[in-house]
C-alpha cells in the first residue's frame, strides 16, 4: 500500500520537454502524455522538489512504502527509479536528469523551472531552490496537430511500442534510400534527361523539377541522418513539422522506377512506385512508435 501522494495543485514542475503536474499526477513531454505508474512519478517530485540536491534511499524508502510493508527495498527502488529513467529516456551510465549517488541516493541534474498555474499574474510563485518559470516561448508546448494532414493519418496512441534501436536503424535506412536516389539521379543527369525526353511531352520542366527536388532533398536527407546519429531531442515532433512540406517531395521520387522500365519491365516498375508511395508515410509512424516509446517507456530516438 502506498502513502497517498501529497499533491500540490498550485505548481507545475517543468525541465527540458518535460512537464510534471503534481495535482493530476501527470507527466507530459512536449504537450503528449506519458504513462508513468504511481511510485516513479513519486519519486520524480521528490528530486523536482529539490534539484541538485541528494535525496537519499531512505527517504525515499518512507515516502514510498510504510514502515511495516514487507519488500525487498534494495531491488524495488531500483526498479521504480529504472522505470522513471525509462519514461524519460534518461540513462544510469550518461545521466541528463537522474544521477545515481552510489549507496546513497538520487539527485536530478537538469535545471527546473516551477510555475504557480493558479497565480492571477503572469509571476510564478518563488519556489525555494526552485528557479521561475520563464515567460519566453522557450517553454511554449508544441501543439500535436503539426499540419493538416496528422488529423487523417496514424495517431502516437494507435501504434505499439518499438524499440528505438530498430526505429533508428529503419529510419536512417529509408534516408540512404533517398540519398541514393537523389545522387545517382544527379550523376547520371543526362541519361536521365534522354529517359525523360522520351516520355514526356515536356522533358525541360520535368528535368528542372529532377534537379530542383534532388538539391532540396539532399540536405534535407542529410538533416535527418544526422539527427538520428547525435539523437536530437524531439525529433518525431520536428519530422512531424516537415512532413507537409517532404511529403510531395518524397512522392514526386516515387516515380522514379518508371525511369528503369526498359531495364525491370512496366510491372515491377509499378510494384516498386506503389511500394515507394508508401515511404513517407512509414518514416512518420516509425519516428511516432519511437517517440511513443520515448513518451510512453521512453527511449530518445
Known amino acids: 500500500m502506498l502513502f497517498p501522494m501529497q499533491r500540490n495543485s498550485s ?30 512519478f513519486q519519486v520524480l517530485l521528490m528530486l523536482l522538489e529539490r534539484p541538485g540536491e541528494l535525496v537519499s534511499r531512505e527517504e525515499l524508502r518512507q515516502r514510498l512504502w510504510p514502515a511495516d510493508t514487507f519488500v525487498d527495498f534494495d531491488h524495488s527502488l531500483n526498479t521504480v527509479v529504472n522505470k522513471l529513467r525509462e519514461a524519460l529516456g534518461d540513462s544510469a551510465t550518461h545521466p541528463r536528469f537522474i544521477e545515481t549517488l552510489a549507496r546513497r541516493g538520487y539527485r ?8 504557480d498555474v493558479s497565480a492571477v499574474t503572469d509571476e510564478p510563485a518563488p519556489v525555494p531552490g526552485v528557479a521561475p518559470a520563464s515567460s519566453g516561448a522557450e517553454f511554449d508546448k508544441p501543439t500535436l496537430t503539426s499540419s493538416p494532414l496528422d488529423a487523417l493519418l496514424t495517431a502516437s496512441h494507435e501504434v505499439p511500442r518499438v524499440r528505438p534501436r530498430y526505429v533508428r ?32 511531352p515536356q522533358p525541360d520542366a520535368v528535368i528542372a523539377l529532377v534537379v530542383l527536388s534532388g538539391l532540396i532533398g539532399i540536405p534535407i536527407r542529410l538533416y535527418l541522418l544526422a539527427a538520428v546519429a547525435f539523437k ?70
Open 108 to 115: 536530478f541534474l537538469a535545471p527546473v523551472q516551477s510555475e
Open 232 to 301: 536530437i531531442e524531439n525529433l518525431a515532433a520536428k519530422f512531424r513539422k516537415i512532413f507537409l512540406f517532404i511529403f510531395p517531395l518524397d512522392e514526386l521520387w516515387a516515380l522514379s522506377p518508371f525511369l528503369l522500365v526498359p531495364q525491370i519491365g512496366f510491372g515491377l516498375a509499378l510494384a516498386a512506385c506503389a511500394a515507394l508511395v508508401y515511404v513517407p508515410f512509414s518514416q512518420r509512424t516509425l519516428l511516432l512508435m519511437g517517440y511513443k516509446r520515448n513518451d510512453g517507456a521512453s527511449a530518445q530516438v
Open 11 to 40: 505548481r507545475v514542475f517543468r525541465f527540458g520537454a518535460f512537464e510534471a503536474d503534481p495535482a493530476t499526477g501527470e507527466l507530459r513531454k512536449s504537450g503528449v502524455r506519458i504513462r508513468l505508474q504511481e511510485q516513479p
Open 169 to 200: 536503424i529503419l529510419f536512417v535506412l529509408i534516408q540512404i534510400m533517398y540519398l541514393c536516389f537523389y545522387i545517382v539521379a544527379l550523376a547520371k543527369l543526362p541519361r536521365v534527361a534522354e529517359l525523360i525526353d522520351a516520355a514526356v
